[in-house]
Structures are given as structure tokens and as C-alpha cells.
Nanobody, 125 residues
Framework: QVQLIESGGGLVQAGGSLRLSCAAS????????MGWFRQAPGKEREFVSG????????QYADSVKGRFAVSGDNAKNTVFLQMNSLTPEDTAVYYC??????????????????WGQGTQVTVSL
């Protein structure tokens, strides 16, 4: 059974930082790109960042460029999202996602086959 388990969410003040982790199990992710998405109340799920299996191709949404950084540890099947200079607009449930067989990043939710349960990130003023 494929599982993606996010951790690291929480409550932080504006300007602070959080580091999210996503641990994958139950699938050989050797050829899988990973992505981070978020969904705020009343809004659609949106792309945040993606990383190819090789780590050479990385994408960011314009809203997080320069503040967020994605990385991966292939040996541990784990992906991280370092979030700095957080603002209240970053408040959302953050989801980790994986593509079943493609090593390439994508900003399209429909391109991802596996999803985690989400972790809440709340940024206060």
C-alpha cells in the first residue's frame, strides 16, 4: 500500500519558518517526481513546488519563489519543503504528492497519482 506521510506543519508567526517533510513508502519511487500543493479554505488546491527524481528539475509557484525551497533524500524516499518568510497568505493545508512513473515535475494536480493526508500550516500576524 502506497503511503505519503507529511509532517512539520504547525502555527508560526509571520516572518517565521517551517520545514515540511514527506515520507513515502509502499512503492518504488525510483522514477517518481514529487510535488507539494496547498489548499486554503474556500480555494482550490494549488501547486507550490515540484522536484524531479534526479533533483535537477525544480519548479516553484511564483507566490513562493525566493522564500520556499524543495529538496529530496532519495535514499530515504523523503521530500522536504523549507518555508521561510511566511505570511498569513501561506496559511493552508499542505499536501505531498507523487507521480507513479514519471520522473518529471508538473504543476498539474491531475498528473499526480498518490497524495498524502495533508498537514496544516497556519501563519499568524
Amino acid at each position: 500500500q502506497v503511503q505519503l506521510i507529511e509532517s512539520g506543519g504547525g502555527l508560526v508567526q509571520a516572518g517565521g519558518s517551517l520545514r515540511l517533510s514527506c515520507a513515502a513508502s509502499g512503492h518504488t519511487f525510483s522514477s517518481s517526481a514529487m510535488g507539494w500543493f496547498r489548499q486554503a479554505p474556500g480555494k482550490e488546491r494549488e501547486f507550490v513546488s515540484g522536484i524531479s527524481r534526479s533533483g535537477f528539475n525544480i519548479q516553484y509557484a511564483d507566490s513562493v519563489k525566493g522564500r520556499f525551497a524543495v529538496s529530496g533524500d532519495n535514499a530515504k524516499n523523503t521530500v522536504f519543503l523549507q518555508m521561510n518568510s511566511l505570511t498569513p497568505e501561506d496559511t493552508a493545508v499542505y499536501y505531498c504528492a507523487a507521480r507513479r512513473f514519471s520522473p518529471y515535475t508538473s504543476a498539474n494536480t491531475n498528473d499526480y497519482d498518490f497524495w498524502g493526508q495533508g498537514t496544516q500550516v497556519t501563519v499568524s500576524l
